[in-house]
């Protein structure tokens, strides 16, 4: 994704906590966590007295036993294959059952509303999961400035309808290990988000 306008001042303390979500949730799914970001996870501390937080600790937990090969055959086998992975993570293909259909003609309407276009040397259709992310942290923390698209919009349009459902393949997935304390992280910051953007209608 290319953008051009730094991180807004104007963004509250809790917007650019979201931002970060939307970031590391984009980062753990856009490529196989290496070394330094396997450290970093294993960093997180979350507050144990929300679900959100509990799966924090255990996507940590989880990190700091990681090891970088066995999770980056893991990445291969969900999202890769030979053929293709256990997981399909397009809009498309979870909303119609077909790659490369409407819902990525709808966004890539959206991101040129945005301002925005697949960066150079990225071959993934648009409505990967891992750019969907990217955009919305983008959105939460103002780094596109005062976008024609509100991020309550772009994720009623292109997130709501089935990031929920693609999070709770990726948790029962055969070969998910790693990945599953950080699919329960997607599937209720994603539950959170959509609570919250209903509760400000």
């Known amino acids: 994704m290319t953008t051009a306008r730094p991180a807004s001042a104007g963004h509250s303390e809790d917007d650019l906590l979201r931002s970060q979500q939307y970031g590391l949730l984009a980062r753990a799914l856009g490529a ?8 970093a996870l294993a960093g997180l501390s979350g ?7 509990r799966a924090y600790d255990a996507v940590a ?3 700091a036993q990681a090891d970088v090969a066995a999770v ?23 909303l119609t059952g077909f790659l490369n259909e409407r819902p990525l003609a709808d966004l890539r309407a959206d991101l040129a509303r945005l301002g925005l276009a697949r960066a150079e040397g990225r071959h993934e259709p648009e409505d990967h999961i891992a750019f969907l992310m990217e955009v919305m942290a983008g959105l939460a923390g103002g ?4 976008p024609n698209l509100d991020e309550q919009t772009f994720f009623a349009r292109h997130i709501a309808p089935w990031a929920v459902q693609f999070f709770d393949d990726l ?18 910051f994603i539950e959170i988000e959509a609570r919250a953007f209903a509760l400000s209608d």
Request: aromatic share 16%.
């Open 32 to 39: 196989a966590p290496d070394s330094g970001f396997l450290t």
């Open 47 to 53: 507050d144990s007295s929300t679900a959100l937080g």
């Open 61 to 63: 937990a989880r990190a």
């Open 72 to 94: 980056e055959r893991e990445y291969f086998e969900l999202f890769i294959g030979v053929g293709r992975g256990e997981l399909l993570p397009y809009a498309s293909f979870y």
């Open 143 to 146: 780094a596109f400035g005062a």
């Open 171 to 188: 948790a029962q997935a055969p070969s998910a290990d790693f990945y599953r304390p950080l699919a329960e992280v997607g599937r209720i």
